[in-house]
């Protein structure tokens, strides 16, 4: 816990008021900061954001880093109820057409973030079900990239985009690095990619809800607020099916409550986040 300890103290040492309202950081090619959310706080033993400075990594020269600069997003400031789904891990045939039956049933469309080796090995278990949904990367194979130098995350990273795009025939415009870690190398390779970085500021707390997919259901109701990006996965140990089963619950209950279903990137469209107000 050595390194979440640090990093809690970087967290509070940018501001992390700040970043929280904001719910949204962009780092640019100078300097590197971290923050979170207070929901990531709450469930998380470990900080989403680790590994070194980006100087100790990239090696020597001029490097190619996209725009130079990088968005970091957990949630979107908007007076719209608008709340994001987003599924990690998949694809596998196992619990992921389930969940895109679900979301069809109830026209919602959602945002997944997949590992690459899954979506070569699974493709046909996805193949012409993403339509309305958006798919991000979650890199090759699920590893943690912050341990990586910055060429082994870009080739990561680089592997995973092709199998998406090959997928869908769109490439994908999102990152969200597995455990939420990240370290300089990672954001070089995502800046190369010209990646938005999507944290959550809302996870599924399956555990405390064994066998009540109601009761999860009615949690995550409660706890949506306008611009939330709600963390789940569709693969995954089988505690995690208690989300799954309650996702109608879930669905109809937002609704209820006013709320619109969308992607990430049309939430990142309809937010004001880049121009914070106050
Ligand atoms: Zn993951």
Known sequence: MKRGGQMAEGARGWGRRDLLRRGLLVVGGVGIGAGTSEAWWITHRRMPIAGGPASTTLGSGQQDVGSGALEVVW?????????????????APQWTPMVLDTLAQHRVPATFFMVGAQVRRHADVVRDRLAGHEVGNH???????????????????RRSHDAITDLTGVPPALLRPPYGHLGGAVLHAAARLDYRLVLWSLQMVERQFPDDPAGHAQRMVNEVRPGTIVLGHDVGARRRLVALRGLTDMINGLRSR??????????????VAATPTR
Do not use: C, I
């Not at 090759?140 to 990273?157: I, M, S």
């Not at 006013?258 to 937010?271: I, W």
């Open 75 to 91: 949630s979107v400031r908007t007076n719209q109820r608008l709340v994001a789904l987003t599924f990690d891990d998949g694809p």
């Open 139 to 157: 890199s090759w194979e699920h590893r943690d990239l912050a341990e990586l130098d910055a060429a082994e995350a870009y080739d990561d990273l």
């Open 258 to 271: 006013g709320y619109t279903f969308v992607t990430v990137s049309a939430l990142l469209g309809a937010g």
